[in-house]
């Protein structure tokens, strides 16, 4: 009390300012209260863990609920259904006539009757594609370099982070290459992520000609300071019919640092990536390109339309009442009836994950979960370790990948199903932020990535349960109250 008296007195502050001022933050703190309940409706453990926040911590709790907490989601869902419905009807009337999957067996998602919302952002499976898995950052990176140069009429690029980096000015200057050539050029990327790329570093690709815009950009004096609804999305097109996807930026870290994985499709499910592409950028610049220049599939060379991997495009985000991307994942668990084998950089599940995860193993499921020894965020690390006792106690295998930071997001479900995308097994993916995950249906990507998983678990230690419970107490303190911040994180 003494050393807090002598703070006071130092920086010029007699104790009866002091009081007043924590009074006005616990009384800001009552007064927001409300607000948490309402936003927070129907999501018990989310309410509580604000509410504790905002009693046990009024300075901060209230400046974190304002800035970062409450979601704005009703109006910002307004503008994106109204957004959707403004570039649906284009999208159905010049959708390509892909194959349907007549031959599908054993589905991952075995989805039937779904709500209008959601079902806008499930992709029926498709077949006639071409799928190569990368499985690291060189290999993704040569693949986009190949997908950028190989581009004739357009090339449209959504990422979440965009770093001003050597790896992001190369991939600048080849969009501005092709923009100087006559190759129109769309870069959208999210405000938040990409928020050390400026003016003066995209200003060449604009001078260029191509068009970049950034979305949900964040405006201090307005309403639109809230870092939810976030677009974490990574996409490339070319031509329409040729794209990649996954869990990888463009940064100079993803070929360094960090251990990552994409996929590179060339078939009618880069159209549905477009379409993802498309609506963000509607959404983003009000510019409709639902058009057939951008949507018309052109059969790619070589292509056997009848070829065995199929796919399907999962676009969840806020913007609908159930997020269709945490509902996938949670059908695809519960399908599965040999092996479901997860890597995932942040793991902060929900109650029904958790369940579903548990039940998969009671019925006879191989369930392995693979997470990072090194984490980019290590709170996040921590927080995800507090569910392990209760997962380890069921039988899920646990495994944590001790070379580099992990950020590869894949999913093994049985001999057929696989995904690769962009979310992570964690609140803010399933729940917060603009997600897309390609779905792959058929025996050779899933065996190749089985095996890349499995040679991950080469470089990786089991968890046990002893070393959980037993470990460094300062630690398990650490994860137990990162454990009652899951919900904000």
């Given at each position: 009390?003494?050393?807090?008296?002598?703070?006071?007195?130092?920086?010029?502050?007699?104790?009866?300012?002091?009081?007043?001022?924590?009074?006005?933050?616990?009384?800001?703190?009552?007064?927001?209260?409300?607000?948490?309940?309402?936003?927070?409706?129907?999501?018990?453990?989310?309410?509580?863990?604000?509410?504790?926040?905002?009693?046990?911590?009024?300075?901060?709790?209230?400046?974190?609920?304002?800035?970062?907490?409450?979601?704005?989601?009703?109006?910002?869902?307004?503008r994106r259904a109204q957004a959707r419905a403004r570039i649906a009807k284009g999208f159905a009337e010049l959708r390509p006539g892909a194959l349907p999957a007549a031959g599908l067996e054993q589905s991952p998602l075995p989805f039937r009757r779904l709500p209008a919302a959601e079902a806008s952002g499930i992709f029926p499976f498709v077949g006639g594609n071409r799928v190569t898995l990368l499985r690291d950052g060189d290999e993704t990176y040569a693949a986009l370099e190949e997908l950028l140069r190989g581009a004739r009429h357009h090339l449209h690029l959504l990422f979440y982070t965009w770093e001003p980096d050597a790896a992001g000015a190369r991939f600048r200057d080849l969009l501005v290459a092709r923009a100087r050539e006559g190759v129109q050029v769309r870069l959208l990327l999210d405000a938040l992520g990409s928020a050390r790329t400026g003016d003066a570093f995209l200003r060449p690709l604009i001078r260029a000609g191509g068009r970049v815009a950034f979305f949900a950009p964040m405006k201090f004096l307005r309403r639109s300071l809230s870092i939810n609804f976030r677009n974490h999305r990574k996409i490339a097109v070319a031509d329409g019919h040729a794209a990649y996807t996954g869990g990888l930026n463009v940064g100079d870290c993803y070929t360094r640092e960090w251990r990552d994985m994409g996929v590179r499709l060339v078939g009618p499910a880069a159209s549905q990536l477009q379409e993802v592409f498309l609506e963000d950028w509607f959404f983003s610049t009000g510019e409709a390109l639902a058009e057939r220049d951008y949507l018309c599939w052109r059969e790619a060379e070589g292509l056997d339309p009848a070829g065995p991997d199929f796919c399907a495009v999962v676009a969840g985000g806020p913007d609908t009442e159930q997020n269709v991307t945490r509902d996938a994942f949670f059908v695809a668990i519960n399908a599965a009836r040999e092996r479901v084998w997860i890597t995932t950089p942040y793991f902060i599940p929900d109650s029904s994950t958790q369940t579903a995860l548990r039940t998969a193993v009671y019925r006879g499921v191989d369930v392995r979960l693979l997470v990072p020894r090194k984490a980019d965020l290590p709170w996040t690390r921590l927080a995800g370790r507090s569910y392990f006792p209760s997962l380890l106690k069921s039988g899920v295998k646990i495994f944590e990948y001790r070379p580099c930071v992990l950020h590869a997001k894949t999913w093994v479900f049985d001999r057929l199903g696989a995904a690769v995308g962009s979310a992570n097994l964690d609140t803010r993916s399933l729940k917060l932020n603009f997600e897309v995950s390609c779905f792959l249906h058929g025996r050779g990507p899933n065996a190749r990535l089985a095996e890349l998983f499995e040679e991950d678990l080469r470089h990786s230690d089991a968890v046990s349960l002893d070393s959980v419970e037993k470990g460094n107490s300062l630690q398990r303190l650490a994860e137990s109250a990162l454990n009652l911040l899951s919900p904000l994180l």
């Open positions: 009390m003494h050393l807090f008296l002598q703070a006071v007195h130092g920086i010029g502050w007699d104790l009866t300012g002091w009081i007043l001022l924590t009074l006005a933050a616990e009384l800001m703190a009552l007064l927001t209260v409300p607000s948490v309940l309402l936003e927070r409706r129907g999501q018990p453990l989310s309410a509580l863990s604000w509410t504790l926040s905002l009693v046990a911590l009024p300075f901060v709790g209230v400046a974190a609920w304002w800035l970062i907490g409450r979601a704005h989601l009703k109006r910002k869902r307004r």
